[in-house]
């Protein structure tokens, strides 16, 4: 069974850090995070290659690094120096080898002013 499960959201003060987490389980591989505010589309945050490469969105600014335990099939995003602009859902993005994508639930995120 093809399953996300994402942890690590919460209410942080501005200038603060959160760990994000998504743990797969099934024949899938999670590849990175998205993010979406209210009245906004998805949008990119960071995604991390089979290979081990890893593409950032230009707004993080170095703020945030993604990383992956392999032998645990979870993929982790360290958010540092959160902003309240960065408010929003994350979801945890999956592939599987046929390229079929999946998405978590979501974990929410809120920093505060």
């Known amino acids: 069974q093809v399953q996300l499960v994402e942890s690590g959201g919460d209410l942080v003060q501005a200038g603060g850090s959160l760990r994000l987490s998504c743990a797969a389980s099934g024949s899938i591989t999670p590849m990175g995070w998205y993010r979406q505010a209210p009245g906004k589309q998805r949008e990119l945050v960071a995604l991390i290659r089979r290979s081990g490469g890893r593409i950032y969105a230009d707004f993080l600014k170095g703020r945030f690094t993604i990383s992956r335990d392999i032998a645990k099939n979870t993929v982790y995003l360290q958010m540092n120096s959160l902003k309240p602009e960065d408010t929003a859902v994350y979801y945890c993005?999956?592939?599987?080898?046929?390229?079929?994508?999946?998405w978590g639930q979501g974990t929410q995120v809120t920093v505060s002013s």
């Open positions: 993005y999956a592939m599987d080898g046929l390229g079929s994508e999946y």
